[in-house]
């Protein structure tokens, strides 16, 4: 039995067969490949791509979404191991994941970190609490990483540009009004290493580094895949003759956990935001981001309405790679 916690332990050939499966799926989306099949959706965080691409896609393919919050429309979870349940939580994971097990063929949960403390955060203690005592595979819709997300990423930039290896792609922070989460980035990080892309990661300073698992991650990929790997605080420089500019706000790990500390950097970098000007430095490239975005915030009207923002595109895209994902899981349970 496998799981779907993140692309690292995916390899580049298993993730280009997810993505013709997702291509022959978004030319014929709906099917019976998943007749008589329920999975269980855990949310722990708000969700509107997620939820509803999942919910319709499982539809689509004649599957049963059983759509769960705990701690709102179902009871609250524990996840620490020999925890003393006298808190607000009404049920251990061991018993969820088992329960659910017996009840669904597949668990997706969606948990973001706690932003208190990273040393624990990047352990990843709630999906692999699930994972552990799960007997059905299991899909991450997102907590330190974001898997879904970058296969979606991946195939709109396949179906744009044909072959990605050699592109140069641009990971840039951009500017949010608080710390959010790493997931994305990381992701994104990861994905367009693995698949040979020469990658630049922008970001106003070493502060803003992502954590250092993925940083090697990235770096073992572009070895192994022949592409590239460079990190920049210089913007222009940065932006110059990229194929693709893809961007995240995202936290500085050093401030973990500490926002007002961390806004003494962050309110310096406004001037990060994605516009016009900085796209026009680039190769003609293509715009994305996971969304939700917010607009003369992150990225310009005038990039977001662009021939070349792609982000819808992208989020459309979510759709079909989840449906290969949980085919793939299938077949293999």
């Known amino acids: 039995m496998r799981h779907f916690l993140s692309t690292e332990s995916w390899s580049a050939s298993e993730i280009d067969s997810l993505l013709a499966t997702a291509g022959e799926l978004k030319k014929h989306p709906v099917n019976e490949r998943m007749k008589g099949k329920s999975v269980a959706l855990l949310f722990l965080n708000?969700?509107?791509?997620?939820?509803?691409?999942?919910?319709?896609?499982?539809g689509q393919m004649g599957g049963i979404a059983v759509v769960l919050q705990p701690g709102q429309d179902a009871w609250g979870i524990e996840f620490e191991p020999g925890?003393?349940?006298?808190?607000?939580?009404?049920?251990?994971?061991?018993?969820?994941?088992?329960?659910?097990?017996?009840?669904?063929?597949?668990?997706?949960?969606?948990?973001?970190?706690?932003?208190?403390?990273?040393?624990?955060d990047r352990?990843?203690?709630?999906?692999?609490?699930?994972?552990?005592?799960?007997?059905v595979p299991v899909i991450n819709m997102e907590t330190i990483v974001h898997p879904c997300q970058e296969l979606a990423l991946?195939?709109?930039?396949?179906?744009?540009?044909?072959?990605?290896?050699?592109?140069r792609f641009l990971l840039t922070w951009t500017w949010h009004p608080k710390p959010l989460n790493t997931a994305v980035a990381n992701s994104a990080l990861m994905i367009a290493t693995k698949m040979g892309m020469d990658v630049t990661l922008?970001?106003?300073?070493?502060?803003?580094?992502?954590?250092?698992?993925?940083?090697?991650?990235?770096?073992?990929?572009?070895?192994?895949?022949?592409?590239?790997?460079?990190?920049?605080?210089?913007?222009?420089?940065?932006?110059?003759?990229?194929?693709?500019?893809?961007?995240?706000?995202?936290?500085?790990l050093p401030y973990y956990g500490k926002p007002q500390d961390e806004w003494a950097l962050r309110k310096q970098c406004r001037h990060f935001m994605v516009d016009q000007?900085?796209?026009?430095?680039?190769?003609?490239?293509?715009?994305?981001?996971?969304?939700?975005?917010?607009?003369?915030?992150?990225?310009?009207d005038e990039?977001?309405?662009?021939?070349?923002?792609?982000?819808?595109?992208?989020?459309?895209?979510r759709l079909h790679v989840q449906k290969a994902v949980m085919l793939k899981l299938l077949e293999g349970k």
């Open 277 to 300: 000007k900085k796209m026009s430095l680039t190769d003609g490239a293509l715009f994305s981001h996971c969304l939700p975005l917010r607009r003369n915030v992150k990225a310009t």
């Open 83 to 120: 925890a003393v349940m006298d808190g607000d939580a009404e049920e251990h994971v061991s018993e969820v994941a088992a329960v659910l097990s017996r009840y669904c063929d597949l668990i997706a949960i969606r948990a973001f970190p706690k932003f208190q403390d990273w040393s624990y």
């Open 46 to 58: 708000p969700s509107m791509r997620t939820r509803t691409s999942f919910q319709v896609g499982i």
């Open 154 to 167: 991946m195939l709109t930039l396949k179906e744009k540009l044909g072959l990605v290896r050699g592109r």
């Open 202 to 252: 922008l970001c106003p300073g070493e502060q803003y580094l992502l954590d250092r698992r993925f940083m090697r991650a990235a770096k073992e990929n572009a070895e192994n895949a022949g592409g590239k790997l460079s990190v920049s605080h210089d913007i222009e420089a940065a932006y110059r003759g990229q194929d693709v500019v893809y961007a995240k706000s995202w936290g500085a």
């Open 303 to 317: 990039v977001m309405d662009a021939d070349y923002c792609v982000a819808v595109q992208e989020a459309e895209n």
């Open 123 to 135: 352990q990843d203690p709630v999906i692999n609490a699930v994972a552990k005592h799960a007997t």
